[in-house]
């Protein structure tokens, strides 16, 4: 399946583009003391990025401006950068004050919208949003390290360490952005999460993106079912069939149906029965219309009527009625029509 390229595909790598960015303009130093040290405010402005991208309750657009803003601002600065004070009062200080922000983001949503944790999403959003405040608390305790080691220690080593540590974190922040894990709660519990949510109804907007690849799974295999198999054609198929016939839960095949679809699992059958009623139409355009609710799997004539308004915006026999203008009915000469009675009767006068 081609992939279509979105805001979050942009996001994801935004961070990485930036560094890049930012060693290619950082200019060459010859002190090994302050390369080391640009590598570590370069790599800290990546981490500031990565806890900016939106969680599954934010707006993507939101966070493309702040993304943008700080990048732009990070690439400025990098070219007023002369020695270690500067490193210190253009990229350290500005990296804690942003994740400050972000922090004091999450502790609001947290204790001053109480509504927000009566959300169907809330586990999940509750755990997104500990998550990124965990990588904040790791950027805001890696500035103060660095301010520190800038004023103590004349050696490349320490900030070396620091390069590591902080290069973990931007990994661990890749990692996250990328699979939609919020890496502080281990993958089962994760996943049990993310079932309870979808087993409770919520929001199609809000299911993770690992949920969501699970969910194309089933709806590929409920569509194959309906090509090959054709169940809808019985007229008392129903959800739970199909759950007995997928071994899936019927929780999950109705959320893939809705999100696949835009239709509820009634409505999805009935326009598999209507697709199938058109193919019929057009193989012979002189079936009735109550032969051809039957044929599809309506119980009624009725029901099929209106589901063929609602999907194809006229009335089957008012697309009867086009098709046999179209493909006018065949003469048959009086010897086809003979009825075997017929043929009977003129034998024995013959005789």
Same mark, same amino acid.
């Given at each position: 399946?081609?992939k279509?390229?979105?805001?979050?595909?942009a996001?994801?790598?935004? @961070?990485?583009?930036?560094?890049?960015?930012?060693?290619?303009?950082?200019g060459?130093?010859?002190?090994?003391?302050?390369?080391? /040290?640009?590598?570590?405010?370069?790599?800290?402005?990546?981490?500031?990025?990565?806890?900016?991208? @939106?969680?599954?309750?934010e707006?993507?657009?939101?966070?493309?401006?702040?993304?943008?803003?700080?990048?732009?601002y990070?690439?400025?600065?990098? =070219?007023?950068?002369?020695?270690?004070?500067?490193?210190?009062i &253009?990229?350290? !200080?500005?990296?804690?004050?942003?994740?400050?922000?972000? &922090?004091?983001?999450?502790v609001?949503?947290?204790?001053?919208?109480?509504?927000?944790?009566?959300?169907? $999403?809330? +586990?999940?959003?509750?755990?997104?949003?500990?998550?990124?405040? /965990?990588?904040?608390?790791?950027?805001?305790?890696?500035?103060? !390290?660095?301010?520190?080691?800038?004023?103590?220690?004349?050696?490349?080593? +320490?900030?070396?360490?620091?390069?590591?540590?902080?290069?973990?974190?931007?990994? =661990?922040?890749?990692?996250?952005?990328?699979?939609?894990?919020?890496?502080?709660?281990?993958?089962?519990?994760?996943?049990?999460?993310?079932?309870?949510?979808?087993?409770?109804?919520?929001? /199609?907007?809000?299911? +993770?993106?690992?949920?969501?690849?699970?969910?194309?799974k089933?709806?590929?295999?409920v569509?194959?079912?309906?090509?090959?198999?054709?169940p809808?054609?019985?007229?008392?198929?129903?959800?739970v069939?199909?759950?007995?016939?997928?071994?899936?839960?019927?929780?999950?095949?109705? *959320?893939?149906?809705?999100?696949?679809?835009n239709?509820?699992?009634?409505?999805?059958?009935?326009?598999? *029965?209507?697709?199938?009623?058109?193919?019929?139409?057009?193989?012979?355009?002189?079936?009735?219309?109550?032969? !051809?609710?039957?044929?599809?799997?309506?119980?009624?004539?009725?029901?099929?009527?209106?589901?063929? *308004?609602? =999907?194809?915006?006229?009335? @089957?026999? $008012?697309?009867?009625?086009?098709? *046999?203008?179209?493909? @006018?009915?065949p003469?048959?000469?009086?010897?086809?029509?003979r009825?075997?009675r017929?043929?009977? !009767?003129?034998?024995?006068?013959d005789?």
């Open positions: 399946m081609k279509i390229f979105t805001i979050h595909m996001l994801r790598f935004t @961070p990485i583009v930036l560094f890049v960015l930012l060693m290619l303009t950082g060459v130093d010859t002190d090994a003391r302050l390369k080391v /040290l640009k590598l570590c405010c370069y790599l800290l402005a990546a981490a500031v990025i990565y806890v900016s991208n @939106p969680l599954t309750r707006d993507a657009k939101t966070s493309a401006y702040m993304c943008a803003s700080v990048s732009v990070y690439l400025t600065a990098n =070219f007023f950068v002369a020695d270690a004070d500067d490193c210190v &253009l990229f350290l !200080l500005p990296s804690a004050f942003i994740s400050a922000i972000i &922090l004091s983001e999450w609001y949503r947290k204790y001053k919208e109480p509504a927000s944790l009566f959300r169907k $999403d809330a +586990p999940w959003c509750s755990a997104e949003e500990d998550s990124r405040a /965990l990588f904040n608390l790791d950027i805001m305790l890696f500035v103060p !390290l660095l301010m520190f080691m800038n004023e103590k220690s004349q050696s490349p080593v +320490p900030f070396i360490v620091a390069a590591v540590a902080i290069f973990i974190t931007d990994v =661990f922040l890749h990692y996250r952005t990328l699979t939609g894990h919020t890496v502080i709660i281990r993958q089962k519990k994760e996943r049990r999460i993310q079932s309870i949510i979808i087993s409770n109804g919520n929001s /199609l907007g809000s299911v +993770p993106e690992v949920e969501t690849n699970i969910l194309n089933i709806y590929n295999r569509e194959q079912l309906m090509r090959d198999k054709k809808y054609l019985n007229d008392k198929f129903t959800l069939e199909m759950a007995d016939i997928l071994k899936v839960n019927k929780v999950y095949i109705s *959320r893939a149906v809705n999100k696949y679809t239709k509820n699992f009634r409505q999805y059958v009935n326009w598999h *029965r209507v697709a199938y009623a058109v193919k019929m139409m057009r193989e012979d355009p002189y079936l009735k219309v109550i032969e !051809l609710a039957f044929m599809s799997g309506f119980h009624s004539q009725v029901t099929f009527n209106m589901s063929f *308004r609602m =999907f194809m915006d006229e009335a @089957p026999s $008012d697309m009867l009625t086009r098709l *046999r203008l179209s493909k @006018p009915r003469a048959i000469s009086k010897i086809e029509v009825m075997p017929e043929e009977a !009767l003129l034998s024995s006068q005789e």
